[in-house]
Structures are given as structure tokens and as C-alpha cells.
């Protein structure tokens, strides 16, 4: 396969996956919002949504002081904002459509009628009574991208290397969202354990389309311990970030079956599965939890641009040659 399609399907898979983390961001914001209000509690969600999206440089104003109105507008349609939601279907449709020989129609389709009715979206749209709307409509165009990709693609090297960019962006996304619980500072009169702690947990999970699946496996109200678990390390939740990195590491060990590429991803990929796989939640919140995360969305960035590297469609990256 040559570097670029391997590049173009890729970012595809990225750029859709990544249009869905936003909506969820958005989403949670907008419960966190109504939270706050109900609540009064005197911190800025807002603040918190858009540190978690990585928004600190492309922000154009004080992000401490940022409104609901602004971050939703630079969320999705600013176009200083190279991960908007207008901006991210634009990417996904060129890549899509610089690789229409390489995926099926229904991809296409799904690429293309995503960033068609998104691209001229009113300004109400970023608006706090009709936001729930947009990110309802964007969570129907990459579910029917999803479906597409699932139901009429060959499990191949096109589909690997979609697949894993679909994987790198939704582990970089989770923990992003995660990350937000730390950034909403807890005022003294609602500690750790409180109802209001334990609402906020409950609106990252429903952000995250978790909600129901945590009653399914724990059978028991929302806990702080429980959804760290849920989402970092249940190995059947599908957007755990142990499940993301199962479902990368497969790809990459397919890709390199009887390749003479470089092995750098493979080896990074199996380092994040495994320590997936070995550490648990007491272990987690010993490291601290914002620190596990930040950590994990590092060795998550790393891991794609090894992955580009590999495949020779990013920056050549010299062995670490630091235990040697």
C-alpha cells in the first residue's frame, strides 16, 4: 500500500473520531453547566472543557474566563480552531476524497454528508438551548460513518490502518474526558463522595455514551472508583482506553505480519496494552489520576506519530537508544 493512502485512511478514521470526542465534550459541558446553575457551584466548566479538547493555544481569549457562548462557538465552528467540528469533517471529507478508490461508497457518503450539512451551520447552533441539537446530528453522522466502515469494508491493510486511527483518537479522547472531573475544581461544601461529585461522574459517563453499560457490568450507583475503572481499564467497554489500545495493537500486529517496517509503534503499543492490562485503580489514583492521564495522552500522541513514522508518512523518529 502506498504511504499516503495508508496517511489519508488514517486521518480519516482520526478526523471522524474526533468530531464525536468534541460533540461528547460539548455534551458534557452542557451538563456540567446546567449542574453548576442548579447547584451553585462557582467554577467554570467551560474552562475545563476546552483545557480537556487542548484548546490552550488555539483559544483566542483568556480561557479562564471563557463563557459558555464562546467555548461552544470555538468548539464548533471557529475557524481558529483546526478541531472544530466544522473543521474536522472538512478534514475527514478531503481525506476521504483523496482516497475514493480506497474505501466504499457508504464511507464516502457518510464523510461527505457529514461535512456538507455541517459546513454553513447557523451561529445558534453554538448556542446553550440548540447545542444539544448539533451534537445530537453529529452523533448521527459518525455513528452512520461507524456502521458504513463496520458493515462494508474488507478487513485488509485499508481497513487496518482506518481502524487504527478510529482506536488512537478515541484513547487520546477518553482521556481527555476523564481529564475534565479534574479540571472542575470541587468547592469545599461538595468533597469527593458527595452528590454533586457523584452527578458530575454521572454526566461523564452519559457523555461519554457509558452510562447505561456501567449499570450493566456494576449493578451499583455512580462512584468515583468504579467509573476510573470503567473507563480506563474494562476490557469489553468500547471506549476504555484498555479496549482502544487491545483493538490498536491488533491492527499494528497485523500490518506488520511479513512487513519489513520499523517497529516502533508495535513495540509502544504493546507497552501501553500491557500496562493496561497490569495496573488497577488503587495503583491509578496512587499515581494520581490527572497525572495517569496526562501520561497516557502523551504515550497515546507518541504512539502516532511512531505509527506515521513507521509507515513512512510522518517525520522519521531516531530509536530511543536511552536503556541501551
Known amino acids: 500500500m502506498l ?22 465534550l460539548l455534551e458534557a459541558g452542557r451538563r456540567l453547566d446546567t449542574l453548576a446553575g442548579k447547584a451553585g457551584i462557582g467554577t467554570n466548566e467551560w474552562t475545563a472543557i476546552l483545557i480537556a479538547a487542548g484548546c490552550r493555544a488555539t483559544y483566542p481569549g483568556d480561557i479562564e474566563q471563557v463563557t459558555a457562548a464562546q467555548a461552544m462557538h470555538h468548539l464548533v465552528m471557529d475557524p481558529a480552531n483546526p478541531s472544530s467540528l466544522q473543521a474536522c469533517f472538512a478534514q475527514a471529507r478531503a481525506n476521504a476524497r483523496a482516497q475514493r478508490g480506497s474505501i466504499t461508497a457508504g464511507i464516502w457518503t457518510a464523510a461527505n454528508e457529514a461535512w456538507r450539512e ?32 463496520s458493515a462494508t469494508m474488507l478487513r485488509d491493510e485499508r ?46 459517563l452519559r457523555a461519554a455514551g457509558a452510562r447505561s453499560s456501567y449499570r450493566w457490568v456494576y449493578k451499583a450507583p455512580v462512584e468515583s472508583r468504579r467509573v476510573i475503572d470503567f473507563l480506563l481499564l474494562n476490557a469489553s467497554s ?42 488497577d ?37 531516531a530509536p530511543d537508544v536511552s536503556d541501551t
Open 281 to 317: 485503580v488503587d495503583a491509578i489514583i496512587a499515581f494520581g489520576l490527572h497525572e495517569y492521564l496526562t501520561d497516557m495522552i502523551v504515550r497515546s500522541n507518541n504512539l502516532a506519530i511512531s505509527i506515521g513514522s513507521d509507515f513512512g508518512f510522518g517525520p522519521i523518529i
Open 159 to 204: 481497513f487496518c490502518f482506518l481502524s487504527l486511527g478510529q482506536s488512537v483518537e478515541r484513547a487520546d479522547a477518553t482521556a481527555r474526558l476523564a481529564d475534565v472531573k479534574y479540571h472542575v475544581l470541587m468547592p469545599a461544601d461538595h468533597p469527593i463522595g458527595s452528590s454533586v461529585d457523584q452527578i458530575q461522574w454521572n454526566n461523564l
Open 3 to 24: 504511504s499516503r493512502t495508508a496517511e489519508g485512511l488514517f486521518w480519516l478514521g482520526r478526523y471522524m473520531e474526533r468530531a464525536d470526542n468534541v460533540a461528547r
Open 118 to 149: 455541517t459546513r454553513d451551520l447557523p451561529e445558534k447552533a453554538c448556542k446553550l438551548r440548540h447545542v444539544a441539537d448539533t451534537i445530537g446530528q453529529v452523533q448521527q453522522f459518525t455513528a452512520l460513518f461507524r456502521g458504513a466502515v
Open 238 to 279: 468500547p471506549r476504555s482506553l484498555r479496549f482502544c489500545m487491545d483493538e490498536a495493537a491488533r491492527e499494528l500486529e497485523h500490518l506488520h505480519e511479513g512487513g519489513a517496517f520499523s517497529d516502533q509503534s508495535l513495540t509502544q503499543v504493546r507497552g501501553l496494552r500491557d500496562d493496561l492490562r497490569k495496573t
